[in-house]
């Protein structure tokens, strides 16, 4: 086995869905809103969001956070996270 060390040259740096990005757009603020959580939660849902197999599901957890985002009402690990 061959294991290979490397650094992360910007360890806050979360790749985004199309489809997150997509929703982050629709509204000014809600992208500056979601750069202001941890990495982490940023990490979390762009995995959520990821993992869907079909384009609609994507869309439709995209949607989901974008709601949360507006509402205020975003929870991690069954807290609330405060942005």
């Not at 360890?11 to 997509?22: R, S």
């Not at 982490?40 to 079909?54: E, H, L, P």
């Amino acid at each position: 086995m061959t294991v290979e060390i490397s650094r992360v040259e910007n360890p806050g740096h979360v790749e985004l869905p199309e489809e997150l990005i997509a929703a982050l757009e629709l509204e000014d603020g809600l992208r500056e809103r979601f750069e202001k959580l941890g990495t982490g939660i940023r990490r979390s849902m762009a995995y959520w969001v990821n993992s869907g197999k079909r384009p609609e599901t994507r869309a439709q957890r995209a949607v989901e956070i974008l709601r949360r985002l507006q509402s205020g009402r975003l929870v991690s690990g069954g807290k609330p996270v405060k942005f």
